[in-house]
């Protein structure tokens, strides 16, 4: 490819221009993080530098297999989806039966249930795009199925404890992070761009807020908006990272449907969403007094410390889009 083809691309497509630019930040963002090791750390352990090394080295992995994934179109998402629900619920589980002495009986067979059954059954929904199931499948008839299936093995202790775990995780690590490529289900009139765009201003404006509440909190952080939670959430890192990740968002309204405003409105939602979401799944690792979720990412932890923030933003942004943009 020429030069002049290169730049035809970069001016004609937004994808193109989308790709060029999430690579230049993270060039810039490397750069800066080497400098600073340098500069400030003399080349010696520092935490909060190596903190940003790490979760910025973690970034060129996730963005590299994020492309992999959407060069394959929405098949290739879809799969992409239900394995990071597949870690998650991995994780989810662990954690939640870490102190659990008896895991024998139906509560066995509903978790199995959850992994062999009820994942890949919503992604399959999601595969043939069946929405009226897909929008039920676990919230109703899963809910209603898997009490029954613990019931019948007539177990009764810690009854409610071990069914609430069970279907909490099927909402957070299946249900919820699959409103994700459930984007592609959408039809909106007049909008000529992949909802792969869609997909990638939603998971952008999300985690860029969390980087960005992490930057200003490091910055400018005094006040501890749950410090019993999270106690490097500040309330000066929020409002920062919020209003950053807002203007962010509006600033990428035309690879969406979305007009620069209704852009920023969105983008305020969704990152407070994920904000409340991320003190809700540290809410349950502080419950069951871990730190992290899990080992899978050098510098972020597990899948769901990761995922925290898009499992509370991804429903409500599928359907504001669905409720106001589709016929």
Known sequence: MTMDQINLLLHTNPAAQLCAGIGATLVLASTVALVLK?????GQPHQVIDNLNARINAWWV???L????????RRGVIVMFALISLAALREYMHVANESDPAKEGGYRFSVLLAFAVVLPAQYGLLWISWYGLYAIFIPVYAFLVMPIVAVLSDDTSRFLERTAKVQWGLMVCIFCISHVPALFMLEIPGYAHSPLLLITWLIIVVQ???VLQYIWGKLTGRHKVAPELS?????EGLVGGVASATALGASLYWITPFLPVQAALLAFLTCSMGFLGGLVMSAIKRDRGVKDWGTLI???GGMLDRMDSIIFAAPVYFHVIRYWWTP
Not at 66 to 73: K, N, Q
Request: proline share 4%; charged share 15%; glycine share 14%.
């Open 38 to 42: 340098q500069t400030v750390a003399k």
């Open 66 to 73: 994020m492309g992999l994934a959407f060069l394959l179109g």
């Open 298 to 300: 050098e510098g972020h």
């Open 62 to 64: 996730m963005v590299a």
């Open 208 to 210: 860029g807020s969390d």
């Open 231 to 235: 106690p490097s959430k500040t309330w």
